[in-house]
């Protein structure tokens, strides 16, 4: 459940290569990928991760160092699917609430230490403990015995335990059959005894674990990171011998990024919107362009308690009259897709395109009908806020106009620095709409769904503030008994069936508006790596390439 | 004297003072819980780690409590710790304001020796091409601002030519482009400086008797006209060492160069506050300082200036 700005949200993953000291060095004893060669040295630059010790990597950047030193008992796949990796077999009771892991035996930490079910214990209760105060740690609020926890009056999980050494039994507090899915998430990674607590500084800037790539020395803040290939990884090894990681300031770290690959020093590169019409036309006949539509969204989001967006038919009609074909080819320069969901088109099982009638093509008759309907009558004033310096000034300024010009009402719209648009979100009396952007932490329609616009993600203090997520503060009974049914139900498809229904009955209400999906575009040498391709987080697959 | 650098250093304590507590005070008011969201994303952060987190920097008892936690924490040289990563800020300003000393300093250095020796140049033959041609590319010098410089510098000599490193390190020649970068409006005007002190001092009287009384002409420049017309240089140049801070923010920006200057841009992109108020901290004691030591040297340098 990630939200963000821009200026996180876009920031991927920058390869900088150096010209790869083809080393033969380390067998290709992956093996079964096939042909690829072994070796390379893969250098990338990203910008200061948060963490990179899985008790707090929360963003993209943190996420694939942490990614890449652990590997946990699933994984999520680029198409948002989930693959086992140290799990050799789940197994969840009837009522939903207790599963039983299996955990491939004879793995290790890169210090030779054995990973077992204790191991992943002890990872996941390091997180949970209050002292912690991890901003990751609420993904296991559905362990038995997290409450006590986190609010320091014990240290383990009394929901976890490890009936034999390699197996991993999880009760929950309240039936979830999709907690595999989320033992995705990086935070569910084991750790060997010497990781101690969070706060443990040593083992926070080199973090020991057992994923296909261990630290070479530590985390230079704000300078680089380098992985070598794990010889002793227990699943399929890497190929690269090494990645160097240079940490870039986020000031300007996209243009670094894109002066990089273009001087030929870096092999993966996000570009500055400028120069991507230029980027595409050079390097897409090269087969170095890749775009692909993540598992993000762009929506705008109105508050639906109150103020003029009350109603579902004038929210319908704000839809309607934006001409979204317009946006994307004036200030995108078409390097966006229109979206017609709340869900995102990279969770294949459940897309529905098209779902939004409203956001197929901009209607002026029908919006204005609709505003009419609702009593969103010419002159009304709708407040529009969105972040600055993050690059949405122009197509705020495109979507106020379009609003003003087929619906007649006064659009005001507010550019504010980041916290203060959080703040103001959150505050009561909220009214018009927002800039908002939503991305997945593991893939499951869920997890858009359920902290967006269920009706206990409002979570308002005692002040009146919404503390969740649903800061639309869409309130729809329908939607939330779906939402519970779905969760309550133990097969995949069945359960995608409801899923599917719960974001017909939000998009009937128009609870979101969407606007395009989160298309990013990177640069890739394809010419020097073989299989390069985006993974679910937006990063290169680091330990699936190979040298050509 | 001695009295006289006591006195300053106590209005050092009383400047730094002043400064944190008008920073304390102006974040104070600014909007939205600086640990109420995870850095840089629209995600609020859980209710319990927000406690936490509150409890942890004190964040739960009043402004002035905080502030008198700090004052005593900053007479120990403690700064306190940063808000995403929760490390002391003295540990992630340390390097970082190395870095930002380095690339003053060799800025200062292009400053004195481009600045001085084309004023000096310019001045002792006047009106000739040579002052003609420095007279014209200081001024465009001046016009241009560092930012399309250094972004020009970088798209030749690093894109292009490939002759820099794009990413510095810790290389000497990552330390060239913004270093120049940093220096070249300060040159142009010492080296405008230079010159027009220069060309006053020629003409004064004590110049002209040195000459009269058939003095080497070595000698009337170094010890007479050279150690005169520097002065006022001194001054400028004590003065510019402040402004380079600010320079550096963008300087840094272009290059990547890990200083000070970029860790208040991100800092204040992430509220991260103890970042902000460290970075003004430092930047406030370093600029007293170096007046002082500007103050010492030109009574040094010209010992009609009598300190006290």
Known sequence: ?548 | MGRYVVRRLGQLVIVVLGATMVLFACLFVLPGDPVGQIAGSDKARDPAVIEQLHKQYGLDKPLVVQYGTYVGKLVTGDLGTDYTQSRPVTEILGPKLENTAKLAVAAIVIDIVIGISVGVLAAMRRYSIWDVSATFITTLAIGVPSIVLGMIMQRVFVIELDWFPLIAGDSFEGIILPAFTLAIIDAALVAQLARSTMLEVLRADYVKTAVAKGLPRRTVLTRHIMRNSVIPVVTYLGISFGTLLGGAIITETIFNWNGIGLALIQAIQQNNNPIIVGVVTISVAVFVVLNLVVDLLYAALDPRIRLA
């Open chain 1, 1 to 548: 459940m990630r939200g963000a700005s821009s200026a996180k949200w876009v920031a991927g993953a920058i390869v900088i290569a150096l010209a790869a000291t083809a080393c033969g060095g380390g067998d290709d004893d992956g093996g079964s990928k096939g042909s690829g060669k072994a070796g390379g040295t893969f250098r990338m630059g990203i910008t200061e991760p948060v963490a990179i010790d899985p008790y707090n990597a929360q963003e993209s950047e943190g996420i694939l160092v942490t990614d890449n030193l652990f590997t946990g008992l699933y994984e999520p796949t680029a198409d948002g699917k989930v693959n086992p990796a140290l799990a050799t077999s789940k197994k969840v009771s009837k009522d939903g609430k207790t599963w039983t892991f299996t955990i491939k035996k004879g793995t290790k930490f890169s210090n030779g230490e054995a990973v077992d079910a204790e191991s992943f214990i002890r990872g996941w209760n390091r997180v949970a403990v209050k002292t912690a105060a991890s901003d990751v740690a609420y993904h296991m609020a559905g362990i038995e015995g997290f409450a006590d926890v986190q609010s320091g009056k014990a240290k383990t999980m009394t929901g976890l335990t490890a009936p034999d050494p390699y197996t991993l039994q999880v009760k929950l507090s309240a039936p979830d059959f999709e907690f595999y899915i989320k033992t995705t998430h990086t935070v569910f990674s084991p750790v060997p005894k010497v990781a101690g607590d969070a706060k443990n500084k040593a083992y926070n800037e080199a973090p020991i674990g057992n994923g296909p790539f261990k630290m070479q020395g530590k985390w230079e803040h704000n300078k680089s990171i380098t992985l070598v290939r794990n010889d002793d990884y227990g699943l399929t090894k890497a190929h690269l011998d090494k990645v160097q990681i240079d940490i870039l300031n986020s000031a300007n770290g996209v243009t670094l990024e894109y002066q990089g690959f273009e001087s030929g020093q870096y092999d993966w590169a996000r570009m500055p919107t400028p120069q991507l019409p230029a980027a595409k036309a050079k390097y897409e006949p090269q087969g170095e362009w890749i775009q692909t539509d993540t598992n993000g969204m762009n929506y705008l989001l109105p508050i639906t308690d109150n103020g003029p967006l009350k109603s579902a038919k004038a929210r319908e009609a704000v839809s309607y009259a934006i001409d979204r074909d317009a946006i994307i080819k004036g200030v995108f320069q078409g390097m966006y897709t229109k979206s017609t969901t709340i869900l995102p088109p990279v969770f294949t099982d459940v897309y529905q395109k098209d779902l939004c009638t409203s956001c197929i093509k901009q209607d002026k008759a029908k919006a204005k009908q609709l505003a009419a309907e609702a009593g969103l009558k010419p002159g009304t004033t709708i407040e529009v806020a969105y972040n600055t310096g993050a690059g949405h000034e122009e197509w705020i300024q495109a979507v106020k106009q379009q609003l003003e010009q087929v619906l007649g009402v006064k659009v005001k719209s507010t550019g504010k620095p980041f916290a203060e648009l959080l703040a103001d979100q959150q505050k009561p009396g909220a009214t018009g709409m927002y800039r908002f952007a939503w991305g997945a932490d593991y893939p499951t329609p869920d997890n858009f769904l359920y902290p967006l616009l269920d009706t206990a993600s409002i979570n308002k203090d005692e002040n009146g503030k919404v503390t969740g997520d649903n800061r639309g503060r869409y309130s729809n009974k329908k939607f939330d008994d779906l939402l519970a049914q779905a969760r309550a139900t133990e097969d995949q498809a069945g359960r995608n069936a409801i899923y599917k229904q719960a974001e017909k009955v939000a998009m009937d209400d128009v609870a979101l508006i969407p606007l395009w999906n989160r298309t990013q575009l990177r640069l890739a040498n394809t010419k020097k790596f073989d299989g390069l391709k985006m993974d679910f987080h937006e990063d290169p697959n680091l330990s699936e390439i190979t040298m050509k």
